[in-house]
């Protein structure tokens, strides 16, 4: 199970490290720290530094999710954006503690909400997304765009051509893929397939986000396996279960599946 474990990151709430620190040592677990805003505001930096030493001690790999709840990247509003901006800014600032290997972002597109407004969200988020890059860089990072409630790819591969850089990819979620898309896997990877460099691996029966343990809902996940092979891409991937016993679950289902032997 080890070699499963070391080739994976598990979704943790930053202010849930205190009370699973003990645990993320002893069983060596890659994780993705999600940052809320709650966190961010509440954040004791000296005590921040500390947990950063202690994963690097550990020889622990660390990817970042950056707070999304009622962010808007791409806000049309110049105000709203630069809000937005400027709270997704706050985790870049720890990126030099624990040197995150991605920062996942939401793009935050609903076309409900954007009715008749997609160039003008693409030309306000790519503003938005050319300075974080910009930080990315400085940091030796990748953002990971997150879909979520894309209908299709479309909006996403434009983005992505737009800003043309290596230092920002896709992040697949597999659950918001089988609750939101109207769309085919295989046309999602063939729009953003070149572009894929993280994965959220997390399922459910296809009608709300349950976050299920992998291989307990509907997604096909031998389907994107056998597709990340054909194309000879190998993401980072996190597991994002929601309680323990899924996370576990989850490697076990992974394990069985025979998902990672590539």
């Not at 979704?11 to 009370?19: A, E, R, T």
């Not at 970042?64 to 809000?83: T, V």
């Not at 030099?96 to 920062?103: A, Q, T, V």
């Not at 793009?107 to 407004?117: A, I, K, L, T």
Request: aromatic residues 12%; charged residues 25%.
């Amino acid at each position: 199970m080890q070699d499963i474990v070391s080739k994976v990151h598990a979704h943790m709430p930053y202010h849930l490290l205190p009370k699973y620190l003990e645990m993320i040592l002893q069983k060596k677990l890659n994780l993705e720290i999600y940052f809320s805003h709650y966190a961010l505001q509440n954040l004791d930096k000296t005590k921040c530094i500390e947990t950063a030493k202690l994963f690097a001690g550990a020889g622990l790999k660390v990817t970042f999710h950056a707070p999304f709840m009622d962010l808007r990247p791409g806000a049309l509003d110049d105000k709203i954006r630069q809000a937005s901006l400027d709270r997704i800014k706050e985790v870049f600032n720890l990126a030099p503690y624990f040197h995150p290997l991605k920062i996942v972002c939401h793009p935050s597109y609903d076309e409900r909400y954007y009715v008749y407004g997609n160039d003008l969200w693409l030309e306000s988020s790519v503003k938005t997304w050319t300075e974080l890059i910009a930080l990315a860089k400085d940091a030796k990072t990748i953002i990971a765009l997150e879909n979520v409630y894309e209908k299709e790819p479309r909006i996403l591969r434009r983005l992505f051509d737009a800003l043309s850089s290596d230092s920002i990819c896709f992040c697949l979620d597999t659950g918001h893929f089988n609750v939101f898309s109207y769309t085919s896997l295989n046309i999602w990877m063939q729009e953003l397939g070149k572009y894929l460099g993280h994965l959220h691996l997390h399922d459910n029966r296809g009608k709300t986000d349950e976050h299920l343990p992998v291989g307990c809902g509907t997604f096909p996940f031998a389907e994107l396996f056998q597709t990340l092979r054909a194309i000879g891409a190998k993401p980072s991937m996190t597991l994002e279960a929601h309680d323990q016993d899924d996370l576990w679950e989850s490697l076990n289902n992974i394990k069985s599946m025979n998902l990672l032997d590539f």
